[in-house]
């Protein structure tokens, strides 16, 4: 178990903030909603507007209460400066901008089951990169992991695989996977920083990076007003949804889970996304 990095709360917080399978148990569910809230948000949000309100609101959620830590960990933010902005760009802003874009070809099912490649990924980085070794049931498990993760990519048919012919929302999905892999193995570099601190420099990162999608990608300087004056009504409220629970409650439940168990057994937890996704993708979308 590795020691965190600093003490969240007393109390009720910390009663709940000390239990990090309670944390990492809860955090899949938010984040298997986000994939249903992607695939809901299309025509009714763009996914570039919806990034940028989501970590503008998020921000705007916990910085006042973030504000007198802010100050007393300026010295350690100043230093750790990059590694807080490549949380915000890579494992927030990268992966949802995916995550939306695949949600336009491919289904909330899939998507939500395709997310189980994370954990995967980061068990083979910590083993390439940090020598970090396995059991034989992670091997296994890894193992059937990849295999029905290409199962779904190439929609049950293995010979697409000879021609590439992967669906394009398929192929963003595994690419988000990837990026939040990165995320969780970049995390163990963490600053010693309060956790208010982290998410407010990570969302103000997250914000930063949401707005150069929407200039590069999501036609320019102007295009957020255009954005948010064709947001309906259920736009509006998955802007809310997203804000808050898959933003700010689950970031900091999974930060929270890695800096006690660690990133390999923190991202098993991971593979609950395809179990929570997928029966809210049937109840609530009615997908197949």
Do not use: C
């Not at 009720?12 to 986000?34: E, I, K, Q």
């Not at 034989?136 to 890894?142: D, E, F, I, T």
């Amino acid at each position: 178990m590795t020691k965190p990095h600093a003490t969240p709360g007393s109390g009720l917080t910390s009663l709940v903030m000390d239990r990090p399978y309670l944390l990492l148990t809860l955090t899949p569910l938010f984040w298997a909603g986000n994939a249903v809230a992607g695939k809901m948000a299309v025509d009714q949000v763009d996914p570039y507007t919806l990034i940028v309100m989501r970590w503008l609101a998020a921000l705007l959620i916990v910085l006042p209460f973030a504000w007198r830590h802010l100050k007393a960990d300026w010295p350690a933010i100043r230093k750790g400066w990059l590694m807080l902005t490549l949380y915000g760009a890579i494992g927030y802003t990268g992966f949802n901008v995916l995550l939306y874009g695949a949600a336009h070809y491919t289904s909330a099912v899939n998507t939500s089951i395709e997310q189980a490649l994370i954990p995967v990924l980061v068990i083979l980085a910590n083993f390439v990169i940090f020598r970090v070794r396995s059991t034989p049931l992670q091997l296994l498990g890894v193992f059937l992991t990849i295999f029905g993760v290409v199962y779904t990519a190439v929609h049950g048919d293995f010979g697409r695989l000879v021609t590439l012919d992967v669906n394009f929302g398929d192929a963003l999905m595994i690419l988000a996977s990837i990026s939040y892999a990165a995320y969780s193995l970049l995390l163990r570099y963490r600053p010693s920083i309060h956790w208010l601190s982290f998410l407010v420099t990570t969302f103000a990162a997250a914000l930063m990076a949401g707005y150069v999608f929407q200039v590069l990608l999501g036609g320019g300087f102007g295009a957020i007003f255009t954005g948010l004056a064709h947001t309906t009504p259920l736009g509006w409220a998955i802007i809310a949804y997203v804000a808050f629970l898959p933003s700010v409650i689950a970031q900091l439940f999974y930060a929270r889970g890695v800096e006690i168990i660690g990133p390999n057994r923190a991202s098993l937890f991971i593979n609950l996304i395809p179990v929570y996704g997928t029966i809210l993708s049937i109840v609530i979308l009615s997908e197949p």
